[in-house]
């Protein structure tokens, strides 16, 4: 009897796990939000967008923005593909939202169909730099957002895959009115900077368990340590950017910070994929990254790079 009980606990603990995995609808956006053009907002979301989506969505193998797979899924998860945001009818996502879905997207990680799509979370981004990013998504301004009618494949979560998803499936408050930092108070906007561009989603402990909130409360924050596929298939450790000075790049100078930026070259070492070259930065928001990370507290967790 004893057996057939727990055989009937364990059952109900499995249903309710599984249960609880299939939360993957949420409500979706009934905002009005048209995004206002301008050529400054055409410029600075181009910027944007290279800086901040294109390490997902930007396939080199072609030059556009057709997608990629993500790499760093654990095979025992499913396959996860990001999306085309060329201007395809098709195959493209951009298309098939509207701005205020966009918007939402971003902000909460909603989709305009319900699914939680948590590696497109922004929710700090201010408004200003949403409605930039949609502008030029929406242009015609680049040949790499030229309707590419094609899809690098479909994402596909096993059951192992889904059911971490619903599990993990957290949708963030909708935030409006957030606005960018000035350029009069480096520290904040470096401290933006390093939230929105993604610094320390990858620079941290680990990719799930990352506070998207509060982006300094995260565990082991920017100390480093993530695994990552690089190119080929090569792992690559995520390094420690606290001003540390043995662990970390407390002994970068400014110079040196813009060069491991903008031209994938440290003091001590050609920095790989799939760390990106952040070459449309301007020197005033690598000043501010700079800034900000002088103030966060030094870690000495010490990075093994193989």
């Not at 909460?108 to 929710?123: A, C, E, H, I, Q």
């Amino acid at each position: 009897m004893k057996k057939y009980k727990l055989i009937a606990a364990i059952s109900v603990i499995i249903a309710g796990v599984i249960i609880a995995s299939c939360k993957t609808q949420f409500a979706t956006t009934k905002e009005r939000f048209t995004a206002a053009e301008s050529p400054r907002a055409l410029e600075h979301g181009r910027n944007l967008v290279y800086s901040i989506c294109a390490g997902c969505h930007y396939n080199r193998g072609v030059n556009k923005f057709i997608g990629n797979q993500i790499e760093d899924v654990p095979g025992i998860a499913g396959k996860v593909y990001s999306a085309n945001l060329t201007h395809s009818k098709t195959h493209g996502l951009i298309p098939r939202y509207s701005d205020a879905e966009i918007k939402y997207l971003l902000k909460t990680g909603v989709g305009r169909d319900g699914r939680f799509l948590s590696y497109m979370l922004r929710p700090n981004m201010s408004d200003e730099d949403i409605n930039d990013i949609i502008i030029f998504l929406r242009s015609n301004a680049d040949p790499a957002l030229a309707a590419a009618d094609t899809t690098i494949g479909l994402t596909h979560f096993t059951t192992i895959g889904k059911m971490y998803m619903g599990m993990h499936a957290d949708p963030v408050p909708y935030k409006t009115g957030i606005k960018r930092p000035s350029e009069s108070n480096p520290a904040a906007l470096g401290y933006y900077l390093v939230d929105n561009l993604g610094c320390f989603h990858c620079h941290s402990k680990s990719l799930t368990s990352l506070n998207l909130i509060n982006p300094d409360q995260t565990k082991g924050y920017l100390a480093g340590g993530i695994k990552l596929k690089g190119e080929k298939g090569m792992e690559v450790v995520a390094s420690n950017i606290t001003p540390d000075k043995n662990a970390g790049i407390g002994n970068y100078t400014r110079q040196q910070f813009s060069k491991a930026l903008k031209d994938g070259e440290a003091p001590d070492r050609k920095l790989h994929p799939p760390m990106p070259k952040f070459d449309r930065l301007s020197d005033r928001e690598i000043d501010a990254i700079y800034a900000y990370l002088q103030t966060v507290p030094p870690n000495g967790h010490k990075v093994e790079r193989n």
